[in-house]
Each structure stands twice: as C-alpha cells, then as structure tokens.
C-alpha cells in the first residue's frame, strides 16, 4: 500500500491536479496544428502543476519543494472548510472543460497518453461530485475513522514528510501545528453536516476511532510526539530554541479542545451508528460503490465480475498453495488450517519487544539488500533514490495498515519510507516478510513511484498522478516477479507467504464486493479471510474494518495484477523470441502512473516498435 492514504498519488495527488488554480490554462489549438496542440497540453500541464502546489501547501512539503520561493508553504495547512470544497468542485470542471476544448486528434501519441490519463482523472474526480458527502475527489465516505481523519494525518505528515534543518523549519513546524487545531474544527463541521445525513460509520469503525482519539487526549501534551517531533529533530541539527514548549502549549490551548470537541461528536454519534458493513445503507449507496470500483480499478468491471474473479482465482491459488504445503510435509487439515498453524509455529515468530521488533526489521533490510542485487536482470534503469524501513509509530498502530510506503521528495532529500506496523510480531511470521518487502520497497512501490519522479521526459505533472490499480497492481506483480528472478528458491516456507498473499488479494476482491454489492455482514468478511487462506483473526478483523471503511479500494490489488500479468503475457505472445523483460519493464514504468486502458496503449505501442 502506497503512503498513508493522506497524500495518495493515487487520489489526493489527483485532487489536487483537479483542484488547481483558479485560473484554468485556457489554451487551444486550431484543429490539425500538431505544434499548437502541443504547445497547448505543454501548458496546460505545467500551468496545473504550479496551481496544485499553490493550492496544496502539504503537496509542496511532500514532493520537498517547500523552501526559496515556496517556503511560506511549509508554514501552511488546509483546512476542509465548505468553501474549500466548493473551490475545489468548481476547479475541477473548468480543468475538464480547458481539457476537452483542446485538439486531441492532433496529439502525437506520447501527448495523448498524457491527454487521456489526465482527463481520465478528472471525470473519476468529477463523478464523486453526484455524490453529496465524503471526502470529494476521493471515494472515502467517512472524514474520520479508524484509519483516517486529521488526528492521524497531521501528526504522521508532521513527522515524516515535514523536514527540519533550520530554526525556520522549526519555526514553520510550530505554525502548523496551530493550523492543525483549525484543521480538525472545520473537518468536525463537516462530520456534523454529513452525520445530519445519516452518514455514519458502522459501530465498529466509529468505536474504534473514539477509542484512538481518546488515547491522544488521555497523554499529556508534554508527553506528545508532536512535542518529541520538533525537540528532537532540532537538537539533533544543533538548533537552539523552545520550539517544544511553544508546541505543547498549542497542543493544550487549543489541538487538545478541537480535538476534544470532535471527539464528543462522534461520541454522540455512536448510539446512532447501525452495525452494517456496506455501504448500500447510505444516500446513494449503491451508486457511490459502483463510482467507487470505477474510480479506483480504472476499468468498467462490475462488483459481479470482480467477485466472480476473486473466487475462480482463490481456488486455482488454493490448489497451488497446497501443493506446496504437502512439499514442507503439511498435509492435515484444509489449506487455511495448514497456513494457520504454520503462522502460529513459535519458531517463525518474532519477540513481541522492541528487541525482537529491531530483529525483524534488520532481517528485512537484509532481504531488500539481497533483492536489489537481482534488479539488474529484469531492469534497464533503476532509481537512484534510496529507501528506508521503519515502525509504525505506536500511537497510531491500532487504525494504521499493516504495511505501506512514503514515496521520497522530489529533490532527493529525503528517502522513500517502507512501514511495518509491528503491534504484535505475530501477525507477522518470518515467512510472510520478505513478500511485503518486495511489495512495499522494490521492486514494487519504491522503484515504480521513484523512476516516476526521477524520469527527465515526463511531465511534473506526472508526478501528482498514480492510479491505484496500476501503482498496486505493480505492487503485487512485484511479489511475483520477486519469485520469477529466483528470491525463493532457498526458501520454499517464504514462497508459501508470497503465494498466500496472492491469495489475500483475491481474497479482497470477494469480500470487499461481498460486504459492498451483496450485503455480507462484517462477521462473514471476517470467517471468508480466515477460511478461505488461513488469516489470523486479529488481521483479518482490521482487514475487513478497512475494507468497511474504504469500499472498492482493495480491489485495486488483484485486479491492477491481472491486468499487469495480462498485458506482460500478451506482449510476449506477440513477441516471441524477440520479447525482452527489461524492455517491457522500462516502458510500461516509463510514464508513470496512468489508467489500466492507457497502460494497454503503452505496451501496444512498445510491440509495435519492437517486431
């Protein structure tokens, strides 16, 4: 999983290309003129990327631009406000509009790769509009849950995407932290508003976000990591100042009473909360799923083929597991009983302490060491950027996914992240590691977002798009292509967890439609995931929550890998002898982030100039 979903490439990078600028590039072309529809889009797509960075202070921090002209962006938040919103709605279109007025027949390919991957994402965007609640732009139809909301974003942003170096910095982190009060006031406003519509999360989610707000309101501020944050990470740089204490006193006059204050709303909200999982119970609920799906696996598949999908594909996953369980002599039980007691084996699994936690993470660095050493077989470029493993910070394990990936700044200041969230070390068997490593870091997330950004040919803009069916579909054919280049081949336990992790994600695609489209209730999801591959009940509690919380969003996975495997295979069918890996690797990365049809296009086009 890529980021914290709060700066998604796959969604708020988009949002805010739709939310750029309030003067919209209004360049056209006459029809026929090939250096005038250029020259168009060329400006269009720079003119959107200045504007979204005008528009989005935290973007600018994030790609690590927020210093010389920018820098009064790192002393900045955005607040959620109505207004914002309707700004944003109204931008959003006019792009739409200056796109569709441009000459897109006279588009040499490469600008019409662009041209459709742009307007692709608009009318995604555009489409959530019809819908009058949740996080516009983003099929999220809760503020706040259990994985998401300002009480988790803003401090993880603060920690880790806003960089320290000097007393500005720090400075400018104090500044945001007083915005961050304003930040929660006006998303409590807005969860009022939506709640008087009867958009409520489930019980369970609701309940479970209570209980992490009232863990941060329960520590002292002194005791804050927002207040360790900036003290820290000054002193470290030799800098001199009462930054923690200026922190500590915003944190208790005014972050602790705004988030107080939310906090009560939702706590008054609780004995209205309903138990079922889908959201079919919404105001349009059914139409926010289909939008949903549409969004965010780019494709026109309905939730009855992709549930179709999931289950052919767990019974051939089922097979293959099976087989490779009775090779390790595990032949008792049903697939998911055997990979159940293999994940309970002590010999697999960590200390459950920071001794034990500081272990498996060197083990990790250990694998992404030996898998970089085998990039250079399946790979004509490779990033220059490095990539760093760290925790999931404690305060925020319970709603956090089990893993995801902070993509790095822009000017190569700072590192790409990979996080583990290491709550219990027994959610995590050594078996299961190494394919999240290469999910997470490389050749998966890592690689792909950081040759994106490192690419000179394609457009800045690129850079704020990344849809999720192609960035975690490469995630899990990253898993596959790990096996492919021999990552197992002295470790038939691990190619259990790779191969039970494709399963996972079939998994998704069953109960995620299940809950969504046919009315599963919370508790089925949670029986289909342990049955059907052998999940412990723990993750697959927080699984299924998230699938309750984020409908349509882990069907990217599988159906982004189908797709990857598809049009891999379909290549190489055309191809034959002539076909080359790198080749293929290096083109279909090479743009970056676009729709599932445009990758098509892309891999069409590369055959094309290759037989």
């Known amino acids: 999983m890529i980021d914290r979903r709060r700066l998604l490439l796959s969604a708020a990078a988009g949002a805010g290309l739709a939310a750029a600028g309030g003067q919209v590039f209004a360049g056209t072309a006459p029809a026929g ?3 005038a529809a250029k020259a168009a889009l060329a400006g269009f797509m720079d003119q959107a990327f200045e504007q979204t960075l005008d528009l989005s202070p935290e973007a600018v921090t994030a790609f690590g631009l927020d210093k010389g002209p920018r820098a009064a962006a790192k002393s900045q938040l955005t607040a959620p406000t109505q207004e914002n919103e309707e700004k944003f709605r109204a931008f959003t279109k006019a792009q739409r509009a200056a796109l569709s007025a441009m000459d897109r027949t006279s588009m040499d390919a490469q600008d019409g790769i662009y041209y459709d991957t742009i307007a692709d994402n608009l009318d995604g965007v555009i489409a959530t509009f019809a819908i009058p609640y949740g996080q516009g732009g983003w099929p999220n139809p809760y503020r706040v849950s259990q994985q998401g909301g300002a009480y988790q974003s803003t401090p993880d942003f603060l920690a880790n995407q806003h960089t320290i170096e000097t007393a500005a910095d720090a400075d400018a982190y104090v500044a945001r932290v007083n915005a961050f009060a304003d930040v929660l006031s006006a998303e409590t406003d807005r969860l009022r508003e939506e709640y008087a519509l009867g958009v409520i999360p489930p019980d369970f989610i609701l309940a479970k976000a209570i209980a992490q707000q009232d863990g941060i309101l329960a520590t002292n501020a002194a005791a804050s990591p927002l207040v360790a944050s900036v003290a820290d990470r000054a002193r470290a740089k030799g800098l001199t100042g009462d930054w923690g204490a200026q922190v500590e006193t915003l944190l208790s006059q005014r972050v602790y009473p705004a988030l107080s204050a939310q906090n009560a709303l939702l706590k008054a909200a609780l004995p209205r909360a309903g138990h079922e999982a889908s959201v079919r119970r919404l105001p349009q609920g059914q139409q926010y799923y289909a939008n949903s799906l549409r969004f965010i696996t780019t494709t026109r598949l309905t939730a009855d083929e992709i549930h179709r999908t999931g289950r052919a594909q767990m019974a051939e996953l089922t097979a293959r597991a099976d087989g490779l369980l009775k090779a390790q002599g595990l032949t008792q039980g049903s697939v998911a009983e055997r990979i159940r007691a293999l994940g309970q084996d002590p010999k697999y699994v960590y200390p459950n302490t920071d001794a034990g936690k500081a272990e498996l993470i060197e083990k990790l660095n250990e694998q992404m060491a030996d898998m970089q050493a085998r990039l250079p077989g399946a790979f004509g470029r490779l990033p220059k950027a490095s990539v760093q493993i760290k925790r999931v910070p404690p305060e925020i394990e319970a709603g956090a996914p089990m893993g995801y990936y902070n993509s790095p700044s822009l000017d190569g200041t700072r590192p790409g992240i990979y996080w583990i969230n290491l709550k219990d070390t027994a959610e995590w068997p050594s078996w299961t590691l190494p394919t999240l490593t290469y999910h997470e870091a490389t050749p998966g997330h890592h690689l792909q977002i950081s040759l994106q950004q490192e690419s000179a040919a394609a457009p ?33 336990v691990g190619q259990i967890g790779y191969v039970q992790s494709l399963m996972f994600r079939a998994a998704r695609l069953v109960v995620d439609t299940g809950i969504h489209s046919k009315g599963w209730s919370r508790e089925q999801g949670i029986q289909y995931m342990m049955e059907a591959y052998g999940d412990q009940e723990g993750a697959a509690v927080s699984e299924v929550e998230r699938y309750c919380g984020w409908p349509g969003q882990a069907c990217a996975y599988k159906v982004g890998h189908n797709e990857w495997v598809r049009l891999r295979e379909k290549a190489r069918t055309s191809l034959g002898d002539r076909f080359d890996l790198k080749g293929f690797h290096d083109t279909a990365l090479a743009t970056g982030g676009v ?14 100039t290759q037989a």
């Open 33 to 35: 003129d090939a250096a």
């Open 460 to 492: 800045k803009l690129m850079n704020l798009l990344g849809f999720s069916s192609y960035v975690e579909g490469w995630g899990l054919y990253a898993e596959q292509l790990a096996d492919e280049l021999g990552a197992y081949e002295n470790d038939p």
């Open 595 to 608: 729709p599932l049809s445009v990758l098509e296009r892309i891999v069409d086009g590369w055959v094309a």
